[in-house]
């Protein structure tokens, strides 16, 4: 089953705005890692946050991790057309750290 | 993307034939890794590699199974292809090694299998 579970499924915004995105999942965990999907390719690795910090920043992407919530949230800021693309979390798994777990992930639309 | 490629990156088959994907990495990672991608699921671990001829098993790998004989390719061989196992199949590479992107996947462009 499905440790993460991204919501909104899919989110529509314009150009400018900031998309926030969060993610549940179901155990305990070492880290949580977001990628982006752009339609037709491979995941690309955004960021990744440990279970002892709350809060990264890269560039335009702030993630925050509240491990007693079991959650995540991405906060893209002055998103771009660019920017449009699926979203997911992923977190290792129960016991065996070499495995991550994906969620189902956000649907973003940044329209110009 | 990585020193990774994935071939074929399209193919169509009937059910019951056997099909071979392969992956290819140039970054002598240590972790090779299988997922399918399909709507509602989002990506799911069929198997993964952790060393030559180390193998272990993800949370869909029924009807499915991998072999690495070197370290730069990892195989998935569906034995006897069913419609089920229509989706976009993708591999993964990861160092592992000690440092901040230890825990990093790095994805190869996907294939796209069709099982008639």
């Known amino acids: 089953s499905q440790q993460g579970e991204e919501d909104p499924q899919a989110l529509s915004i314009q150009e400018g705005e900031n998309a926030t995105m969060n993610c549940s999942y179901k155990?305990?965990?070492?880290?949580l890692q977001w990628y982006r999907q752009n339609s037709g390719r491979g995941l690309v690795h955004l960021i990744l946050i440990r279970s002892n910090e709350r809060e990264k920043h890269s560039g335009r992407l702030r993630v925050t991790l509240d491990t007693s919530k079991k959650s995540s949230s991405l906060l893209i800021t002055a998103s771009r057309a660019a920017d449009t693309a699926s979203y997911f979390c992923?977190?290792?798994?129960?016991?065996?750290?070499?495995?991550?777990?994906f969620g189902t992930g956000t649907r973003l639309q940044v329209f110009p | 993307d990585a020193g990774i490629t994935q071939s074929p990156r399209h193919k169509v088959t009937e059910t019951g034939t056997p099909v071979t994907l392969r992956c290819h990495q140039t970054?002598?990672?240590?972790?090779m890794y299988w997922y399918r991608q399909d709507p509602g699921h989002g990506l799911r671990l069929i198997h993964y590699?952790?060393?030559?001829?180390?193998?272990d098993k993800g949370e869909v790998s029924d009807g499915y199974s991998v072999s690495r004989s070197k370290t730069e390719d990892f195989l998935l061989t569906l034995e006897s292809a069913t419609s089920s196992q229509t989706s976009v199949y993708f591999c993964?590479?990861?160092?592992?090694?000690?440092?901040?992107?230890?825990?990093?996947?790095?994805f190869g462009p996907g294939t796209r299998l069709l099982v008639l």
């Open positions: 992923a977190t290792d798994a129960p016991l065996n750290t070499d495995k991550l777990i």
């Open positions: 590699s952790y060393g030559v001829k180390d193998t």
């Open positions: 155990t305990s965990i070492n880290n």
């Open positions: 993964a590479i990861r160092d592992g090694l000690a440092g901040n992107l230890q825990e990093t996947q790095y």
């Open positions: 970054e002598n990672h240590r972790y």
